[in-house]
């Protein structure tokens, strides 16, 4: 679905995206949804990369009205909420694989060489089991 009501800066591709993700925290976001499986408050704040909780907040209040993300109760407890990639979230796979590859390429990186080397030589694969695991993860 494409959302043109909002009024941007400009009609261009990248800055639409940085209006989206042109923060510290969002496409962090994004990661821990889409590659550690993290669906919760505490899970992305406990992530290891410092992010305050009014921050994470916003953040997420601004992924989801931007289609990324949706919430919902938490199935466990009614009075918590979890997060999932929507179509348009899971659709940024190959995005976030290019800047894997990249920061990998250009700078030392914590990723594990297997993760890299199944990017790099099965990208379609790679790809398809990110899809996968967000297919199963929205039953």
Known sequence: MKRSNRRRRSGCPISIALEIFGDTWSLLIVRDLMFKGFRTFNEFLGAGEGIASNVLTDRLSKLESAG???????DADARRYEYRLTEK??????????????????????????????????????????????QASQQ
């Open 68 to 74: 990324v993300i949706v919430k919902r109760e938490h």
């Open 89 to 134: 979230g899971i659709d940024l796979a190959s995005v976030m694989v290019e800047i894997v590859l990249w920061s990998a390429r250009h700078e030392q990186t914590d990723a594990p060489p297997q993760i890299l080397r199944a990017m790099r030589t099965q990208r379609e694969k790679f790809l398809s089991d990110v899809r996968e695991g967000w």
